[in-house]
């Protein structure tokens, strides 16, 4: 893959994409590494305070049922509290292991080509191998009020908005051949699965949505049947899709069956 050399933002369409990938080179998004590392460390702080708040619900069911202080209901309703605050745990655990790709990665985060991509400089997707794909951006999303502390919680410590899914065929060797801090990028399902690419979490914010154009644009160019989109359900059916077993998979350069309701 040669070096990049940038489209200017005022042309119009993707043109300048498509001219780009045609003349045989690459457009390189920098990985935002003070940025990545800051979110890993932030994930660890999440973790740290859900379970400390575990233990608490958990250690006061217990007073509760030993000592009989207030009616036994209430050891039920904190025992409840440690079970949610736990699933609040997993997640954040799963965020904080995808967020271990800022420690593996290169300056270059994401190469893409008409040949296909490179991840965060080890991990090399050719165009051939990806069998369909979506990308969502739902950093502008409005959310409602009570939410406020919720999200910023989420972005502190990485959890995603905008990302790249894609399937992959040949998926496992691709995971096994990866560093270990990169086996996170991949969801794999007995031989199924793809990659989910992080982007708001790992580039620039001036980069994320030239970074997805970049990867549809150059997807589309060599046949495979990537989009993107800002349709929640959407974006849950072709994540489906593109990650789920064999039955539900399509092959390059075609898209699933038309189904009723599909424009």
Known sequence: MTEAVVPHPSDPGASAWRELFASGQSWVVPFDRAAALRRLRGSVVVMVGCAVVIAAWMTLTVVILTTGFVAPAYAWICGLLAVAFSFIFVRFYLTHRRMRIARASTAEYLVVSAEGLRVAGHVTVPWSVVGGGIGVDARNEVQPAYRAFAVGVEQYAGVMQAEFALSV??????????????????????????????????????????????????????????????????????????LGPGRRRYPIGEGRPKRSGDK
């Open 169 to 242: 065929r040949g998926v496992r060797s691709l995971r096994d051949a990866a560093p270990r801090d990169l086996r996170a990028l991949f969801e794999v399902i007995g031989t199924h699965g793809g990659i989910r690419i992080p982007i708001d979490t790992m580039v620039p914010p001036v980069h994320v949505v030239r970074a997805m154009e970049a990867i549809c644009v150059a997807g589309l160019m060599s046949g495979a049947n990537v989009e993107i989109s800002s349709d929640r359900g959407r974006v849950f059916t072709r994540v489906m899709d593109v």
